[in-house]
């Protein structure tokens, strides 16, 4: 499966590295395909950078050393997308959809209203409890 992880599985993985969240990015590593888009890695570069100023460079190395798949549109028509609730995420949203990611992992609330069948939007939970039998 093509599987996308938002900003703030990325900010957990990095900051507790033998936490669930981290296991479950290793399991998707080692069992699919790992996609990322621009938008994704900057807003976990920067969350991270504002509240670890100090540990910044962990991120740029955990980001720089998982093997993914860089998607990124270069325009969004926002009329061919379900309503987010925070603009910002349609980035996300319209990435997952248009490079045909299976499953969307986030932890955001600001995905909980979306309805779409592709991809499936997922809480890391969930994920772990359907796909990995923990």
């Known amino acids: ?3 996308m992880i938002d900003a703030n599985v990325i900010f957990s993985a990095t900051l507790f590295r033998e936490s669930p969240i981290s296991m479950m990015v290793e399991h998707i590593i080692e069992n699919h395909t790992l996609v990322l ?7 976990a570069k920067e969350s991270f950078k504002n509240k670890f100023p100090v540990k910044y460079h962990e991120i740029e190395d955990y980001i720089e050393n998982i093997h993914h798949v860089m998607v990124d549109l270069n325009y969004i028509d ?3 997308y379900p309503y987010i609730r925070d603009h910002d995420d349609l980035e996300v949203l319209a990435n997952a959809i248009e490079s045909g990611v299976d499953i969307l992992i986030t932890g955001d609330a600001d995905f909980d209203d979306i309805k779409i ?3 499936r939007i997922l809480k890391p939970r969930q994920f772990q409890d359907e796909y990995m039998n923990v």
Do not use: T
């Open 78 to 80: 926002e009329s061919k």
């Open 1 to 3: 499966m093509r599987i």
């Open 117 to 119: 069948d592709k991809p």
């Open 37 to 43: 888009c621009p938008y994704v890695i900057n807003e």
